[in-house]
């Protein structure tokens, strides 16, 4: 009798992502991709020691130089594809948050990747979903602009996490 090797466990990517509004208009941040350059909400990989709210307003000052308080969950969201350059299977678990935008950093650099920060109206959004570099940058927007919020209460963090 062979021995099976033990499953793999299956991980998915835990990502924040800040819905930053002003004036009607939102920041994305255009980055190089292996499909090109693609638009998306500030966005990121949650850190090991930092609550969801705080990778964020982390994410959110290293990808388009801008402060952000999240003051409300907008939604979670789970999405998966197959990154091109090596067709590996992926899935991501977003938590979405929208807050207060706050000063501009001009003089921090931005991400590896990140071209530029860019304000956009929600119809110039809509109208170009092929730069998209996923589908839940146009869902987190229209469930924002839907008004929907949850406290920040709604995602409990144990002490542990940051300790």
């Known amino acids: 009798?062979?021995?099976?090797p033990p499953?793999?466990?299956w991980k998915p990517n835990v990502t924040v992502a800040a819905v930053m509004?002003?004036?009607?208009?939102?920041?994305?941040?255009?980055e190089e991709t292996a499909d090109g350059l693609?638009?998306?909400?500030?966005?990121?990989?949650?850190?090991p020691g930092e609550t969801?709210?705080?990778?964020?307003?982390?994410?959110a000052m290293e990808e388009s130089a801008h402060e952000f308080t999240p003051t409300a969950l907008v939604g979670i969201y789970i999405s998966?594809?197959?990154?091109s350059r090596d067709n590996e299977d992926i899935t991501y678990l977003r938590f979405a948050f929208s807050g207060e935008v706050g000063a501009e950093h001009p003089e921090l650099p931005l991400d590896e990747g990140i071209v530029r920060a860019i304000w956009m109206t929600a119809d110039e959004i809509r109208a170009c979903p092929e730069r998209h570099r996923s589908p839940l940058l146009l869902r987190c927007l229209e469930d924002y602009l839907a008004?929907?919020?949850f406290p920040l209460t709604a995602v409990y963090s144990d002490p542990s996490v940051t300790e």
């Not at 693609?38 to 850190?47: I, R, T, V, W, Y």
Request: proline residues 7%; charged residues 30%.
């Open 7 to 9: 499953p793999v466990r």
């Open 147 to 149: 008004g929907q919020r």
């Open 38 to 47: 693609k638009l998306n909400n500030p966005a990121g990989h949650l850190d």
């Open 21 to 30: 509004e002003r004036d009607g208009r939102f920041l994305l941040v255009e």
């Open 52 to 59: 969801p709210a705080q990778g964020c307003a982390r994410e």
């Open 1 to 4: 009798m062979t021995q099976q």
């Open 80 to 83: 998966r594809f197959t990154r």
